[in-house]
């Protein structure tokens, strides 16, 4: 089992930046691949970007330029920097872990983290 648990979601206004962070605890060796998900009121979760052990990473063309993810393997952290955000980034933030990139990209998820809110007033 492995356990995720995110923090730094809030409220910030357009133009404004967060730092989401996702700490992973227990058997992580399974879930090489790390990433965020967001479901927004109304609407399906979608993917947001994910990082390889190795660092590779991907993302949706929505956050492209604006959203970088990175981790710190030794501490089992992956970090969310957002800058530039919309109101339309408004959503509630999922860590999940999956054996790789591509998996993540096929929505197929080992562990899911609870959740964050993530608020960009206009």
């Known amino acids: 089992q492995v356990q995720l648990v995110e923090s730094g979601g809030g409220l910030v206004q357009a133009g404004g930046s967060l730092r989401l962070s996702c700490a992973a605890s227990?058997?992580?060796?399974?879930?090489?691949?790390m990433g965020w998900f967001r479901q927004a009121p109304g609407k399906e979760r979608e993917f947001v970007t994910g990082?390889?052990?190795?660092?590779?990473?991907a993302y949706a063309d929505s956050v492209k330029g604006r959203f970088t993810i990175s981790r710190d393997n030794a501490k089992n952290l992956v970090y969310l920097q957002m800058n530039s955000l919309k109101p339309e980034d408004t959503a509630v933030y999922y860590c999940a872990a999956a054996p790789t990139v591509a998996t993540m990209l096929r929505d197929r998820i080992l562990y899911w983290g609870q959740g964050t809110q993530v608020t960009v007033s206009s």
């Open positions: 227990g058997r992580t060796g399974s879930s090489a691949a």
């Open positions: 990082i390889s052990w190795s660092g590779g990473t």
